[in-house]
C-alpha cells in the first residue's frame, strides 16, 4: 500500500511536469503569434495614416483648385501643384504598404486611374482659365464641368472605401491579438493551478517519508527556477505589449496632430489672404500697419507650432549611416558643453569599447540623445550634479542609459512623459522628448523611463546593432 502511494505521487509529479512543458509550449507559441499580430496591427495602422494624409491631400488639391479659380492667385496655383505631387508620392507609399493585399493593390490600381484622370481634367481647367479672355462666362462654364463631373466623386469613394477595408483589416487583426492575449491569460491560471497541486502534492510526499520528501525538494526547485524563467519570459511579453500600446498611441497622436494641422492652416491661409486684401484697401496708417503685422506674426507663430507639432509626432524619412554610438554620445555633450560647465555638472563616461557601429540617421539621433542630456541637466542641482552615460550590449541591441541624480518624476509625470506639449518647465515647449521618441521609435528602436521623486531618473534607449 506505501509504495503504491509513493509511485501515484510520483506518477502525480510526472504528469505536474509534462503539463509543465505543454502550457510553456503553447506560452511561447501564443506569444509569438502575438508579436506577429502586433507588427500587422503597426503595419495596417501606418496604411490608415496613409490614406488619411492621402484623403487630406486631396482635400487640399481641390481647396487651391478652387481658390485659384475664385481668386486667380498664383500662389493657389503652385500650393495645387504640390498637392499633385504629394498625392503622387502617398500613392507610391500606400502601394509598397499594400503589397501583401492583393485586393487593396487592386483597389489602389483603380483609384491611380481616378486620380490620373482628375489630375487631367483639373490641369486642363486650369490651363483654360489662364488662356481665357472672358473670365466670368469661363469660369461658369468650368464650375458646372467641374462639379458635374463623377470623377471627383469617384476618388472620394475609392479613398473612404480602401480606409473602410483596412478598418475592416484592423479589427481583425485587433480581434486576433485580443484572443492570443486571452489565451496567454489560460495559460498563467492554468500553470498557477499546476504550481498549487504541485505544492500540495510535495506536502503529502513531506509527510509520508523523508527520501519522498528531499526527492520531492530537488524537483520542486528544478520548478522553481522553470517558473522563475517563465515568469521573466512573461515579464516581457508583457513589456513588448507596452511597448506596441506606445506604438499605437504615438500613432493616434500623430493622426490627431495632422487632422488639427489640417482644420487650422485652412483658415489660417483665408487669414493671410484677408489680411492681404486690407492691406491693399485700407489707408496705410501707423496704426493699421501695426494691426496687420500683428495679425501677420501670430499668423507665422501659430503655423510655425503647428509645424513643430507635425515634426515631432511624424514618422520620418532617415539618412542611415554607419556611425559609433560612443562617438555619436561624445558629439552630444559636446553641444551640451555651455550648459554642463554652466552648472558644474560631472560626467561619467561608462563606454563599451567593444560596441561596433550602428547605422542610424547621425544628426536626427544626436538631437535625440541631446535632449534627454539637457533634460537631466535641467533636473539637477548646480554644483551637485552628476550625470553617468553607459554604453552596452545585449543580444542584438545597443543600450545606452542616461543616469542623472535629479529631482526625479512621479507616476503621473511619467505617464504623460512623452506627450505633446506637456511640460513641467517655466520655459519649455513640450515637443523636446516627443521628438526624441519620435526619432527612436522611426529607428526600430525603444526607450523606457525609470524614476523616482529625489532619487534621480534614468532613460534607457535601446537600438539594434
Not at 510553456?24 to 502575438?34: A, P, R, S, W
Not at 550634479?385 to 552596452?392: D, E, H, M, P, Y
Request: net charge negative.
Amino acid at each position: 500500500m506505501k509504495w503504491g502511494i509513493y509511485q501515484n505521487k510520483i506518477a502525480a509529479i510526472i504528469a505536474t511536469f509534462i503539463l509543465l512543458i505543454f502550457s510553456y509550449i503553447l506560452l511561447f507559441f501564443n506569444v509569438e503569434k502575438l508579436s506577429e499580430q502586433t507588427a500587422w496591427i503597426s503595419h495596417t495602422y501606418k496604411v490608415i495614416e496613409k490614406l488619411d494624409e492621402l484623403s487630406s491631400e486631396n482635400k487640399d488639391l481641390e481647396y487651391n483648385f478652387n481658390g485659384y479659380l475664385n481668386m486667380g492667385r498664383e500662389l493657389f496655383r503652385k500650393r495645387f501643384m504640390e498637392n499633385k505631387n504629394s498625392i503622387d508620392s502617398v500613392w507610391r507609399e500606400l502601394q509598397d504598404l499594400t503589397s501583401d493585399n492583393p485586393p487593396q493593390q487592386a483597389r489602389l490600381d483603380q483609384l491611380r486611374i481616378l486620380l490620373d484622370a482628375k489630375m487631367d481634367r483639373l490641369i486642363k481647367t486650369i490651363d483654360t482659365y489662364k488662356s481665357s479672355t472672358d473670365g466670368n462666362q469661363l469660369q461658369n462654364q468650368i464650375f458646372e464641368d467641374y462639379y458635374s463631373s463623377e470623377i471627383i466623386g469617384a476618388v472620394k469613394r475609392a479613398i473612404i472605401e480602401m480606409a473602410r477595408q483596412e478598418t475592416m483589416l484592423l479589427q481583425e487583426r485587433t480581434l486576433k491579438m485580443e484572443r492570443f492575449s486571452r489565451i496567454i491569460k489560460i495559460i498563467n491560471l492554468i500553470s498557477l493551478l499546476i504550481a498549487l497541486s504541485f505544492a500540495f502534492a510535495a506536502f503529502l510526499v513531506y509527510k509520508k517519508e523523508y527520501e519522498i520528501r528531499k526527492r520531492i525538494t530537488q524537483e520542486s526547485e528544478a520548478y522553481k527556477q522553470e517558473l522563475e524563467r517563465r515568469v521573466v519570459e512573461l515579464a516581457a511579453a508583457n513589456k513588448e505589449i507596452k511597448e506596441y500600446k506606445e506604438v499605437e498611441k504615438f500613432a493616434s497622436t500623430g493622426r490627431i496632430s495632422r487632422t488639427i494641422a489640417h482644420e487650422v492652416r485652412n483658415p489660417l491661409t483665408n487669414i493671410d489672404l484677408a489680411a492681404e486684401q486690407l492691406r491693399e484697401s485700407i489707408p496705410p496708417t501707423e496704426e493699421n500697419e501695426m494691426l496687420l503685422d500683428m495679425v501677420g506674426r501670430n499668423s507665422m507663430r501659430i503655423n510655425q507650432l503647428i509645424s513643430n507639432l507635425l515634426n515631432a509626432t511624424k514618422f520620418t524619412e532617415l539618412i542611415p549611416s554607419d556611425v559609433s554610438i560612443n562617438e555619436l554620445l561624445e558629439d552630444a555633450l559636446a553641444l551640451a558643453g555651455d550648459r554642463i560647465n554652466l552648472k558644474r555638472v560631472v560626467v561619467e563616461r561608462n563606454f563599451d569599447k567593444n560596441i561596433c557601429k550602428i547605422k542610424v540617421d547621425e544628426e536626427k539621433m544626436k538631437i535625440a540623445f541631446l535632449n534627454i542630456i539637457v533634460n537631466a541637466i535641467e533636473a539637477m542641482p548646480e554644483n551637485d550634479g552628476k550625470l553617468t552615460i553607459r554604453t552596452s550590449r545585449q543580444g542584438e541591441f545597443c543600450i545606452i542609459e542616461f543616469i542623472d541624480n535629479g529631482e526625479g518624476m512621479d507616476e503621473e509625470i511619467l505617464s504623460k512623459l512623452f506627450e505633446p506639449y506637456f511640460t513641467v518647465k517655466e520655459n519649455g515647449n513640450g515637443l523636446g522628448l516627443t521628438n526624441t521618441q519620435n526619432v527612436i521609435l522611426n529607428h526600430k528602436g525603444k526607450i523606457d523611463v525609470k524614476s523616482e521623486v529625489s532619487k534621480g531618473t534614468t532613460f534607457e534607449v535601446y537600438l539594434r546593432m
